[in-house]
């Protein structure tokens, strides 16, 4: 049986191996998401600080011309992201909603004002991306994506099995309590938006260097959003939110493969596949597919 | 119960007699002070992204020409002011939608969405309901606004009935409200023959009347500024504003006080969407596109991309303007003035300086507005009694 002139087998696989490309930024921003909020901060910057790592990860690979310090300059530039939300939602409790929105407008704005001033006009070579896994029948897997799924259990154990991962926890439920027994509840959550900033950095990374040679201005394409809708999606659970992401890097990818062998035609089916991860969320989030609760104290400051 | 929560006994005070000049001290003086920090982190923002201009370019001297650019292209000739009012005014509605949802205590991040669903609405009276004279562009506004109260109510009842919070829907809507409008554009209402993504143009009737026709200014800031102050009525000056601002204030306090709080944040939101769709519908049905020698009036028509950017920039309008009507007019003539002068801006410097700019110094207001205690500590302000009130309380709050 062939459909789009190849084996449905192998056609199953390709559609299966693009969705993970897809989820792979989707994913590390989820995981941004889980840890931050799971501290009680609130993170609707994943989109700007993805922006900003991608950037970060173009400006290094063509300073350096080499991809190893590119992904961690992403990383960093997360990072550094994450420490000004740090710094405006939790030592001066703004508003985290607001504290993210400036994320997500200075995100935009510097990545795409350095962009075109540095580059628009000269742009450099790139060296290109990171190596990607051949699969058998002919497609590949970027790198970061294998690195994102190890991430999912790596937090998962490091939330439910260690000292910090239980303050973080503490503080995202009830700061108070864990203030009484004497967890420095601030500190506690910088180092959680730290990392929250680190691992949206890292999906900036699977932009580029890691799937895309060069930088383009608003490049992430509000994939740092639908990263936010994974992990209420996951329900705050990095394995939960891991399998969001897959669900709408799968969505994703039905739509380009429909797409481009021509299954599905005309403006009007494409668009409706286009809707569903959205649909999906609305639905879930309405109630219709299990409540999902966040923590306690999700955006209150302490 | 609802006289005793509408009318608020009037405060003794209120009977000893105020002089004239008692009240304009105070008034000015009052001014003075909500202006302070605003006004502050204007110039504070304007500052950093000069020293970004320079850092980045090496010379001092293209922040100068940069900003010279920017006040030339925003203010310095009729032209450039009738650009101001024209970018402006999509700014006040949209701004006027985020505040209006703001003081119910919610957060309109779907007002992309909604401008996008008010210019398709009334797009589509405007080419294809044939109608005569001034009743066209109005029915036009008229099917905005519907489009925009309908694509804002459903996060308004998905939050009051279900508890999912509104953040999170609108910008799922705003997704739907892209992909809908593409396929919008790309099948049914899409011009025939054309190779782009847009509405026929729409009839001559069903243009905006022009306020200065060879200045392409459109009568939709007086509109925008017409509607402000009705905001600004119907939420200081009636039943169901009073309610909507309670529901926002305090929601245990509004749904003991036997206040529809349901109702109050369906119609809040769907208010806030209709604002929405008026800015998309005004745009769509005022502002001449292709304006050439040979065509002096322009066409008037829905494209894609419409709506970008309308997201962001009316959440910033709204908390520069604390949610204040009047306020959001002032912040979004501000803005307009921005982007209207980028142009100008990006013309007049060698190398070009970026338009990016614009959202960078847009970041910064909105950041030094947020946490004006930075302000405040940089230029020793004493903090007012009031304080800033938390706008939103994160994704669990209940009704």
């Known amino acids: 049986m062939t459909l789009c002139g190849q084996p449905v087998l192998l056609l199953l696989l390709s559609v299966l191996i693009t969705a993970l490309s897809f989820a792979t930024p989707i994913t590390l921003g989820a995981l941004s998401g889980v840890i931050c909020e799971r501290a009680g901060v609130v993170n609707i910057a994943i989109e700007g600080m993805m922006l900003s790592g991608a950037f970060g990860g173009y400006w290094a690979a063509v300073t350096f011309h080499s991809l190893l310090p590119a992904v961690l300059t992403a990383v960093l530039v997360g990072g550094l992201m994450a420490l000004l939300h740090g710094w405006l939602s939790i030592t001066y409790k703004v508003d985290q909603i607001i504290s993210g929105t400036v994320i997500n407008i200075l995100g935009f704005g510097i990545t795409g004002y350095l962009f075109g001033q540095w580059y628009a006009h000269n742009a450099p070579d790139s060296p290109g991306t990171l190596p990607t896994i051949p699969v058998p029948g002919g497609g590949s897997l970027q790198f970061l994506a294998v690195v994102a799924v190890i991430l999912v259990f790596v937090l998962y154990a490091v939330l439910q099995g260690t000292v910090w991962g239980l303050r973080v926890r503490a503080v995202g439920e009830n700061p108070h309590a864990a203030d009484t027994v004497g967890v420095n509840v601030r500190r506690v959550r910088y180092s959680a938006v730290l990392v929250g900033g680190l691992l949206a950095g890292l999906g900036g990374a699977a932009y580029v260097p890691g799937y895309i040679p060069a930088f383009t201005p608003g490049m992430t394409n509000g994939y740092g959003f639908i990263a936010l809708a994974a992990m209420i999606f996951g329900k705050w659970n990095p394995i939960g939110a891991w399998a969001a992401a897959l669900f709408f890097g799968l969505t994703l990818s039905i739509q380009n493969n429909l797409q481009s062998c021509g299954v599905v035609q005309g403006p009007v089916p494409v668009g409706i596949v286009g809707m569903l991860p959205y649909i999906a969320t609305l639905l879930v989030l309405a109630g219709f597919v299990g409540r999902s609760t966040p923590p306690a104290a999700d955006g209150v400051p302490f | ?399």
Request: glycine share 12%; net charge positive.
């Open chain 2, 1 to 399: 119960m609802a006289e005793t929560t509408t009318a608020p006994a009037p405060a003794p005070q209120a009977h000893i007699p105020v002089t004239t000049e008692q009240a304009a001290g105070s008034l000015v003086a009052r001014l003075a002070r909500d202006l302070l920090v605003p006004l502050l982190a204007i110039f504070t923002s304007l500052l950093i992204g000069a020293g970004l201009i320079a850092l980045t370019t090496g010379s001092p001297g293209t922040a100068l020409e940069a900003y010279g650019g920017l006040l030339t292209g925003a203010v310095g000739s009729p032209q450039a002011l009738a650009n101001t009012l024209i970018r402006s005014t999509p700014y006040i509605f949209a701004g006027l939608a985020v505040a209006l949802a703001f003081k119910c205590g919610l957060f309109n991040i779907g007002a992309e969405g909604q401008v996008a669903f008010g210019g398709l609405f009334a797009a589509y009276v405007g080419y294809a309901v044939p109608l005569p004279g001034l009743f066209h562009p109005l029915l036009a506004l008229t099917a905005g606004v519907l489009g925009g109260f309908l694509w804002g109510a459903v996060p308004g009842f998905l939050k009051a009935r279900t508890g999912a919070h509104e953040v999170i829907t609108t910008i799922m809507m705003n997704y739907l409200a892209l992909q809908f409008v593409g396929l919008m554009l790309a099948g049914p209402m899409k011009k025939p023959g054309s190779i782009s993504a847009r509405t026929p143009d729409l009839l001559p009737t069903a243009r905006l009347p022009m306020l200065a026709a060879n200045l392409g200014l459109h009568s939709g800031v007086l509109l925008a500024v017409g509607v402000a102050v009705a905001v600004w009525w119907f939420l200081y000056r009636t039943t169901w504003g009073f309610e909507i601002r309670t529901t926002g204030a305090n929601p245990a306090a509004a749904r003991y006080a036997g206040m529809p709080t349901v109702r109050n944040v369906i119609l809040a939101m769907a208010l806030s969407g209709a604002l929405a769709g008026l800015a998309g519908a005004v745009e769509v049905v005022g502002v001449a596109l292709n304006v050439s020698r040979l065509n002096p009036g322009g066409d008037r028509y829905f494209g894609l991309g419409f709506s970008s950017g309308y997201g962001f920039d009316s959440i910033a309008i709204a908390l520069l303007g604390r949610s204040n009507p009047f306020g959001v007019v002032a912040a979004a003539l501000l803005f307009g003035a921005l982007r209207a002068g980028a142009s100008t801006m990006q013309f007049n410097t060698h190398p070009e300086v970026p338009g990016e700019i614009i959202s960078v110094i847009q970041g910064l207001i909105l950041l030094f507005v947020a946490a004006d205690a930075i302000i405040r500590r940089l230029y020793r302000v004493p903090a007012t009694a009031a304080g800033s009130a938390a706008l939103t309380t994160g994704w669990g709050d209940k009704l």
